[in-house]
């Protein structure tokens, strides 16, 4: 696979076409771009009316990242070509349960870069949702049920912008808040991998959910207690304090073994607790505690590297939360340096969720890389 990859932060987009484009060849298979939400839908326009023969993929960020850093505004562009195929796809009217509605075309964006070669090891679903919809898990169980038999792994993240919980996405020049692009994605040779970085750890504390509901994502009850009660207990809090430490301390959620991170939105009035992720009755949640970042990172790196011998090209995804994190403690230069040095060719961006399999993640990273099996 041949990777190009472009910045410009210039004011003018006309400017940063010209300066960010530069390098990327005449007809890509697959160019994916990230920028402020300001330029984002004029953006959107001009690299459709540049490259109107390949799919261009996008979604506006707080905060996106190359070797240029970490960057609040302009343009990071990336494009692949060569041993690639692409076809990517519009679930529209997210809000609403779609159930089997988008199961023939999503099967159809499969068919175009053939089925019959597509493994979980060669090819991926990627995933841009627009931010603030509230219903990441009913796309991804829309796709995962039509995938989940194929093997094909869905990995991804939301939009995300200066305003909280707003961001839009774009497919072939057009820009949407309220529909989903998935992105079949398949190398004729080589890998893709997929790692998941948490800079949180399990405090020791285990609970049953016994009261919550899933579809609007409040908690009510841990282990048959109100859980705001058990949580000030446990984490030797007034009802006060009771956001300041979940704030530190989020949920992490276990299954089969994992460790899916969710964040608290807010207490509600009823002492409820709202939740940026759904939570299941009669699932398991942990109480979590910060890890420190560079022991974190060594252990992200080498695992990616004991499984590929080399990387041509990354998407990162990394959490608002996380990103307010390493501005707020002085982390982001090593954050973007180390990258930089274990990576080669990446761009990423920061969003309002990660998406991986059936599950919106929060506080967490992911690492979707291309290139050889070691």
């Given at each position: ?42 953006l959107s326009r001009e690299i459709h009316v540049r490259y109107p023969e390949t799919t261009v993929i ?8 190359s070797k240029h850093g970490f960057c609040r505004s302009g343009l990071n562009i990336a494009a692949l ?294």
């Amino acid at each position: 696979m041949k990777v190009a990859t472009g910045y410009s932060n210039a004011d003018s987009v006309a400017y940063v076409m010209e300066e960010a484009c530069r390098d990327l060849p005449d007809f890509p298979q697959l160019i994916i771009f990230f920028s402020d939400s300001g330029k984002f839908a004029e953006l959107s326009r001009e690299i459709h009316v540049r490259y109107p023969e390949t799919t261009v993929i996008g979604a506006s960020t707080f905060g996106s990242f190359s070797k240029h850093g970490f960057c609040r505004s302009g343009l990071n562009i990336a494009a692949l070509s060569d041993g690639i195929r692409v076809s990517a796809g519009l679930m529209r009217e997210i809000t609403r349960n779609t159930g089997n509605l988008y199961r023939d075309e999503i099967l159809g964006a499969l068919d175009k870069i053939g089925l019959d070669d597509c493994s979980e090891e060669n090819t991926c679903c990627f995933v841009l949702n627009p931010a603030g919809t509230s219903c990441e898990e009913i796309v991804l169980d829309t796709l995962m049920k039509t995938l989940r038999n194929l093997n094909i792994p869905v990995v991804g993240g939301s939009s995300s912008s200066e305003v909280c919980l707003y961001g839009e996405v774009s497919l072939n020049g057009s820009v949407f808040l309220n529909s989903s692009i998935y992105t079949m994605i398949h190398l004729d040779k080589g890998v893709i991998n997929i790692a998941l970085e948490n800079i949180f750890r399990p405090m020791g504390r285990e609970y049953l959910v016994t009261k919550a509901d899933p579809e609007k994502r409040i908690l009510y009850e841990l282990d048959g207690e109100p859980a705001y009660d058990i949580l000030c207990r446990d984490l030797n809090v007034s009802g006060e304090g009771l956001n300041a430490a979940l704030a530190k301390h989020p949920f992490g959620r276990i299954p089969k073994g994992n460790l899916f991170i969710n964040e608290i939105e807010k207490i509600n009035d009823d002492r409820s607790i709202s939740t940026y992720c759904r939570i299941l009755d009669q699932s398991r949640l942990v109480l979590l505690e910060p890890c420190e970042l560079t022991p974190t990172m060594d252990k992200t790196w080498t695992e990616i590297h004991e499984k590929m011998s080399s990387i041509d090209f990354s998407i990162v995804i990394n959490c608002y939360s996380r990103t307010q994190m390493y501005l707020n403690n002085g982390w982001m230069e090593e954050f973007t340096g180390r990258m930089n040095r274990e990576m080669g060719p990446y761009e990423g961006f920061t969003t309002h969720g990660e998406l991986l399999g059936d599950f919106l993640l929060n506080l967490s990273l992911l690492v979707i890389s291309f290139g050889e099996v070691r």
